[in-house]
């Protein structure tokens, strides 16, 4: 199996996505988000860049029970319901709705994977889940979002520890970003504490007040959820 | 001292370079051919993008004595004097010559860098003696050329011994990405053979059978230059 890393959501170009299988992951907070929201009922997410185009879409989808969700800064948008702190998206306020959902760095992401084959969302939520639907699938692009167009390490360890776990499964051919992250991974044996303790992007939201989400996100395999793309749309899969 | 790393050359951006100091790294093979002709007596390297601009380059300094140097596909340039193998740049060839060099991704890095403070050039060669310049720095800037705007292995991880060397003299503060490279040099105690082992660029040039070179950019602290750039030309420190 093929597996390539794409380090941050602004280093994605069609060449490097074409035709291949894709997990975006943002661990800090949209993919833990989507993974929670899906599995406490809600019925998709529809990622959007802006705020603007959050606020049209909820004109042009009056039919159904929408959710203003998502973040700038890190904190909630003024008017909208849900900012990015996933355990807020609990049962009784998503089930059946339909998230409009724009976060700083992981939907941008997204909507930048026109030309894949498939796009799944990874974490480290469900990544057990993640790395069974890949047993039978030849490549994979994973694609980090980053942090502000850089570079960030709770993305790139929740990339190395899906080679890690997939390597014990079936054959690899591994980039050279794969490579180095899961060299760095495994450096410090996979604890991720240890490897995040200088993340910047964690600890903004730790001194912001989301130390709560921060640790909810690192927890591993919590669920079996794993949110596909599927025109414009995520979905559980 | 502030650390930063860019990943791959398409990766810089003016923001992340302005007033900043640089060190450009190309490991195999422009920085360490630089090192290694400045070392023998070159005048001075003009980086430019491309074949074509090369060869315009040297119409227009026509009274200087200049060399046609660098590589496409790993490979010597039709009509070029010299390629992109090191030890080919011998006194008696390069002593008192202005070299015009392109190659496929160092050159394209270094020239946007315009906006940069001060532009130095480093490679296992002269690592020794590029730490000791930084000892009175204040910031850094690492940027890896990569191999065909991806990320490479060979220059990653100079980038991590850099970062490894000076930690050791001064107090460094880390982004992520130099956090992530340096856990990975680690995890292999700095060995680089074993580090690089599977570095796609480095075995693309064995097997056009430039083993010999891999062999020698490989080589720490040979070299006490350390090349800087200065209005468009490379020069010696």
Not at 76 to 89: A, C, E, M, V
């Amino acid at each position: 199996m093929k597996i390539d890393v794409i380090p941050y959501a602004s280093a994605i170009r069609p060449d490097l996505i074409k035709n291949r299988n894709v997990v975006v992951i943002d661990v800090l907070r949209a993919s833990s988000v989507m993974v929670t929201a899906l599995a406490n009922g809600a019925n998709a997410f529809i990622p959007v860049s802006t705020v603007d185009e959050a606020r049209q879409k909820v004109v042009m989808l009056r039919d159904e029970e929408t959710l203003l969700c998502g973040e700038r800064d890190t904190k909630t948008i003024d008017g909208f319901h849900l900012g990015n702190s996933p355990q807020k998206y609990t049962r009784d306020k998503v089930e059946c709705k339909t998230l409009i959902f724009t976060t700083s760095n992981g939907t941008p992401a997204m909507n930048q994977l026109q030309e894949a084959t498939e796009v799944f969302i990874g974490s480290f939520l469900n990544m057990k889940a993640l790395v069974h639907r890949f047993l039978e699938l030849e490549d994979v692009v994973l694609v980090c979002s980053g942090t502000n167009n850089n570079f960030s390490m709770d993305d790139a360890m929740c990339a190395a520890l899906f080679i890690d776990e997939i390597m014990n499964k079936k054959a690899v051919l591994l980039s050279d970003l794969s490579i180095t992250l899961l060299k760095a991974f495994q450096k410090e044996s996979g604890n991720l504490p240890l490897l995040l303790k200088d993340c910047y992007h964690l600890n903004l939201l730790k001194r912001n007040g989301f130390g709560e989400d921060v640790d909810y996100c690192l927890q591993k395999n919590i669920s079996n959820i794993v949110p596909e793309m599927k025109n414009g749309k995520i979905i559980r899969g």
